[in-house]
């Protein structure tokens, strides 16, 4: 299987890319999540173009993208994300911290950054997992540690008692 050469950079909300944006603002404001220029505490995208497959696999493959935008955006108490590509289209969607987990990892055989996020997203009843995914930049694993401390100060850990027997 092919993959995607992927570069990730910090940026305002009003800087992403245009295909995202409104979609950003229509999310913020139909979840009442705030002012996307105001209510964020960071934001980070991602441009992935895909590697040149051989030529089997690209017509198998069919329509799959070929550059897809990903928009990352962290509020006080959401996860908002964005991605479009050029042959799916756009999506938009968030969760709030307090019913997701967040792990951040460097994937397997290459330099980039993943976050993986699990729990409850925007919309759905259903527990759901899934990566977004970055590139090597320093902006990346900026922004993974940044949302995993959100994540944990919105939720801390609950601390266990050893047997019942500590007092507290």
């Not at 950079?9 to 705030?34: A, E, K, N, W, Y």
């Not at 969760?95 to 409850?120: P, W």
């Not at 994540?151 to 266990?160: G, I, L, Q, R, T």
Request: net charge positive; proline share 5%.
């Amino acid at each position: 299987m092919f993959g995607y050469t992927r570069t990730t950079r910090t940026c305002p909300v009003s800087q992403i890319h245009s295909s995202l944006s409104q979609g950003v603002r229509d999310f913020f404001q139909g979840h009442q999540v705030g002012d996307p220029g105001m209510d964020t505490f960071l934001c980070c995208e991602t441009i992935a173009w895909r590697d040149a497959p051989p030529r089997l696999i690209s017509w198998l493959d069919g329509n799959s993208d070929t550059k897809i935008y990903l928009a990352m955006v962290l509020t006080p108490e959401w996860l908002v994300w964005a991605r479009s590509g050029d042959q799916t289209g756009s999506i938009v969607t968030g969760a709030k911290l307090q019913v997701i987990k967040v792990k951040a990892f460097v994937r397997r055989n290459s330099k980039d950054m993943e976050l993986e996020i699990t729990g409850f997203i925007a919309g759905s009843k259903e527990y759901v997992r899934g990566n977004l995914e970055m590139g090597p930049e320093p902006a990346a694993q900026k922004f993974c540690d940044t949302v995993l401390q959100a994540v944990n100060e919105a939720k801390p850990p609950v601390k266990k008692k050893f047997f019942g027997l500590i007092n507290g």
